[in-house]
């Protein structure tokens, strides 16, 4: 009895391969879906390819269910964040120091990582808003201006 079952594995492998294949092809199987099931364990077999096959495909699926669930965790996120209890707390604590001191560290960090990106972006943000820079500026210098007047 044993002679048989070995006799039969490698059998079983041509087989379901070749079923495989065929399921593939959009072919009958050789057998039926049971009687595969019950001696080859067609099943547990077809399972692992069909993963390999359609992996792009799920992958694309859990993408999507991940995005979606992000975007309605954003939406009631921003609409908790404008409620003016949250919006104090929030200021509250990123007004601390050691707050502040960690942001400076995470942002020099990244900066340090890729500074050439950096100073690209910082470039063209001051080539984009030259005007809104140069009021800026003036509005701060009649301030100066202003105090010490004063004094």
Sequence with gaps: MTENIYDEKPVCIIEVNENLRRVRAGMELTRPLAQLNRTCGFQAKYDEAFDIWEA??????????????NQKYKSYNSLYC?????????????????????????????????????????????QKNKVKIAAQRKKRLQLIDKKEVKK
């Excluded at 792009?56 to 669930?69: A, S």
């Design 82 to 126: 404008k409620r003016p209890y949250v919006k104090a707390k929030l200021k509250a604590y990123n007004q601390k120091p050691e707050v502040k001191r960690h942001k400076r560290k995470i942002l020099l960090a990244r900066i340090n990582k890729n500074p050439e990106k950096f100073k690209r972006l910082r470039k063209e943000y001051y």
């Design 56 to 69: 792009d495909k799920i992958k694309e699926e859990k993408q999507k269910e991940t995005h979606k669930r």
